[in-house]
């Protein structure tokens, strides 16, 4: 049970409510929440920027990941950081210098994240393996909520998984994770499972946050 930590991301909040929203899940027991920053470039839908971290920050203690779904997120990440974030988590496919950018995150005392894609090959982060805190498995395109779980990335899970052997690195999955596929994606053994349209969706939250956990 140890692995079952669920991250919920608030892409698929009600942002008319968005306080209530967010302490009904540290109420229901998140210790994580998930904020995806898109540019509308990377990926094509645009959503929070800095100052929303920042006024939301006030609201909760939970560890807040950013997941950065933008393009050059070199020129970002300080900024994302003094919003408060904890984790910040940048996609291999949009950085053009990886250690430059891990580098940044941690000498401005955050948590350094690398995502990639359903179809990036996870060996090209071996490199990266002791350098990085976190690993953000995608298991949909990035871009939008409430997408369908990409089975093939199970493996990917599974491969990083051993790759990590023993590191100090979480790893997490993001995407399409519900009551149909959590299951599936604990048995994997990563650390952190984001979950968005499948809790904000839901009719009670906390009641569904716990289905998840306790599947
Ligand atoms: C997609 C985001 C995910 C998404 C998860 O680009 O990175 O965090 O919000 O939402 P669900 O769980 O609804 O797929
Ligand atoms: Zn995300």
């Not at 690993?135 to 949909?140: F, G, H, R, T």
């Not at 779980?149 to 493996?155: G, H, P, Q």
Request: cysteine-free; charged content about 25%; hydrophobic content about 40%.
């Amino acid at each position: 049970m140890s692995n079952r930590n669920i991250s919920p991301s608030i892409l698929s909040a009600d942002f008319t409510n968005i306080k209530e929203q967010i302490l009904a899940v540290e109420s229901a027991g998140a210790s994580r929440l998930h904020i995806d920053v898109m540019d509308g470039h990377f990926v094509p839908n645009l959503t929070f920027g800095p100052f929303i971290i920042k006024q939301i920050k006030a609201l909760t203690n939970m560890h807040f990941e950013t997941h950065l779904m933008i393009e050059n997120p070199h020129k970002y990440l300080e900024e994302y950081i003094q919003a408060g974030s904890d984790t910040v988590i940048f996609h291999y496919e949009a950085s053009r210098d990886i250690e430059r950018d891990i580098k940044i995150i941690k000498d401005n005392d955050a948590l350094a994240g690398l995502a990639i894609n359903p179809d990036t090959n996870p060996e090209v982060l071996e490199k990266y393996m002791d350098k990085i805190d976190y690993i953000l498995v995608m298991s949909v395109f990035p871009g939008f909520g409430g997408q369908s779980f990409i089975v093939e990335t199970l493996k990917t899970m599974e491969t990083l998984v051993k790759m990590r052997a023993g590191r100090d690195i979480l790893i997490g999955v993001d995407g399409g994770v519900n009551l149909k596929t959590i299951r599936k994606v604990y048995e994997t053994g990563i650390d952190i499972t984001i979950v968005g349209s499948g809790i904000y969706k839901a009719d009670n939250i906390s009641t569904r946050f716990n289905e998840l956990m306790n599947i």
